[in-house]
């Protein structure tokens, strides 16, 4: 099974604030990578398929990049609805398509 | 666009069963695939179950491989997921979220969860 590792698990920034999340594949996924959004209450939202695809209805300061077993999440201007918790998956060969442990970010 | 709303959860006890139901509406013949995933408190995203087609294939993940069983009735928009043999650590949030085929395998809409509880 591949194992999504994300880092770091709690990112503290403030508004305005460009974030850079990471997330590691123990095998070559290729460019079958997804991330998403998760606040309280609410179920997931997709924000970026296919490593580096904006989701419809999805802000341009979310970009993601990386392929193979490295790859990034970067929010270019933090607003402050974009704290919340961020996970990415894989979905190569799926199933399965295992999620990372995800990362934390929080208001500075 | 897809809408889906899961309902069913509640509290049972170890090995007891319940069945999850999500209805789906709005654009749902774009759904290639449907699938659960879970959140137990405090912890992270866990896949769980997934159907698609060709052939209506099915694949669990294995901590619930052998208890728990996918269904999708397309006449009705329904997903379904008979969960048996309920363990204390299947307490989590379900949520049930749809596969378009031009996402590849990426859940694209996802619905608020239903939770269930496993406790005596």
């Known amino acids: 099974e591949i194992v999504m590792t994300q880092s770091p698990a709690t990112l503290s920034m403030s508004p305005g604030e460009r974030a850079t999340l990471s997330c590691r594949a123990s095998?070559?996924?290729?460019?079958?990578l997804a991330w998403y959004q998760k606040k309280p209450g609410q179920g997931p939202r997709l924000l970026i398929y296919g490593a580096s695809t904006r989701a419809t209805g999805i802000p341009a300061r979310f970009s993601g990049s990386g392929s193979g077993t490295e790859f990034t999440l970067t929010i270019s201007s933090l607003q402050s609805e974009d704290f919340a918790i961020y996970y990415c998956?894989?979905?190569?060969?799926?199933?399965?398509?295992?999620f990372g442990q995800g990362t934390k970010l929080e208001i500075k | 666009e897809v809408q889906l709303m899961e309902s069913g959860g509640g509290l049972v006890q170890p090995g007891g069963s319940l069945t999850l139901s999500c209805e789906a509406s709005?654009?749902?013949?774009?759904?290639?695939?449907m699938g659960w995933v879970r959140q137990a408190p405090g912890k992270g995203l866990e896949w769980v179950s997934v159907t698609y087609t060709p052939g209506s294939n099915i694949q669990y993940a294995d901590s619930v491989q052998g208890r728990f069983t996918i269904s999708r009735d397309k006449s009705t928009n329904r997903l379904f997921l008979q969960m048996n043999s309920l363990r204390a650590e299947d307490t989590a949030l379900y949520y049930c979220?749809?596969?378009?085929?031009?996402?590849?395998?990426?859940?694209?809409?996802w619905g608020q969860g239903t939770m269930v509880t496993v406790s005596s």
């Open positions: 998956q894989h979905y190569n060969n799926w199933p399965p398509m295992t």
């Open positions: 979220a749809n596969i378009p085929l031009a996402r590849g395998g990426a859940f694209d809409m």
């Open positions: 709005g654009s749902t013949f774009s759904s290639y695939a």
């Open positions: 095998q070559n996924v290729n460019a079958n």
